[in-house]
């Protein structure tokens, strides 16, 4: 499986919110750091 | 999330944006957001696009993903990546705020 690798770009990637609205990690750059977290479940 | 939810401001002002994935649907995550006023983005990803690529680890015992977190700068570099072996291995938000401070202060090129 693969991993992201410290200190690279970090993979791009686009997909709606919940809302509809498109995010893509590529929106951020040069404005904000992202803590991206990857959620297991929320039960 | 709880836990990142009491710190949001904290993130907010060191111009972190929090963005949470998932597996579950649109309507599991609103319904989550709005019970817990959640600030965050919220990103359902049934097909796992984001979760493969970011490979999320699946412990096949416990039949879930564990927790992941990735802090990426704002030149779109990852500096801190951790895959969490257990449901409750989640680094503490003063962990992630200190290296958030030394990423901010370190002056990495933007572009």
Known sequence: MPRVSLNQIAPDFSLPD???NTVSLSDFRGRRNV???FNRTFR | MAQLRHDYTRFKERD???VVAGPEDAG???EYWQ???????GLPDPTFSVLKLYGQEVNLFKLGRM???VLIDKAGVARFVH???SMS????NEEILALVDEVNSSGAPVT
Request: no cysteine; glycine share 6%; aromatic share 14%.
């Open chain 2, 16 to 18: 972190v944006e929090v």
């Open chain 2, 35 to 41: 019970d817990h006023s959640l600030p965050f983005v």
């Open chain 2, 83 to 85: 895959y969490g072996h």
């Open chain 1, 18 to 20: 919940f809302a509809g």
């Open chain 2, 89 to 92: 291995d989640i680094p503490s």
């Open chain 2, 28 to 30: 599991t995550f609103a």
């Open chain 2, 67 to 69: 927790p992941a977190q």
């Open chain 1, 35 to 37: 803590l991206l977290v």
